[in-house]
């Protein structure tokens, strides 16, 4: 294995471009657009019927679960900052040995730091991508077919589990014997 510092540096070296992308992209939303507490969400197609631009904010989880309600702002900060201790003592532990293992560490926390950025600082999540998808209004028949909007840090986050799960069918590299 490389040096101990080297890992340290690939996963800042990716964490930290994308949180820095994910709250560039909020804070551009938040000064374009109008606040939905006004009581309407604005809407710019990207393209037409498939790909918006809005801004929604939630306090919730993943699909808007538990948004507005009175302490999930409170208690999804404490989950986030409880999940990112646990993080770091599993990357400490070396939990992670593949590049798939070390990609969804770095995915995740990007994420969540994102993520709680905004609940620390705003005091809600800004998501801001809204895709109309066929058939969803099947599944949720009071989405109109679009599915819940998201952002970058959730974006991470759902592409760490795709990883976590890829990781659970892999073999860690065994150490190399001739090594000192």
Request: aromatic share 14%.
């Amino acid at each position: 294995m490389s040096s101990p510092d080297r890992p340290w540096k690939w996963f800042l070296a990716l964490s930290l471009p994308l949180f820095v992308l994910d709250q560039i992209t909020k804070s551009i939303i938040v000064a374009k657009f109008a606040d939905p507490r006004l009581g309407y969400v604005e809407s710019v197609p990207v393209i037409d019927g498939f790909f918006n631009i809005v801004r929604v904010h939630n306090t919730g989880v993943a699909f808007g679960m538990f948004n507005g309600t009175a302490w999930a702002n409170v208690f999804f900060t404490i989950v986030a900052s409880a999940a990112l201790v646990f993080i770091t003592i599993l990357w400490r532990k070396g939990t992670f040995p593949t590049r798939v293992g070390k990609l969804a560490a770095a995915l995740l926390v990007s994420g969540v730091i994102g993520n709680l950025t905004d609940r620390l600082f705003r005091g809600y999540v800004v998501d801001f991508l809204d895709f109309i998808l066929p058939l969803y209004d099947k599944i949720d028949p009071r989405s109109g077919g679009h599915f819940p909007s998201f952002n970058v840090a959730d974006s991470c986050i759902t592409v760490a589990a795709v990883c976590l799960f890829i990781t659970a069918f892999q073999t860690p590299p065994q150490p190399d014997k001739d090594a000192p």
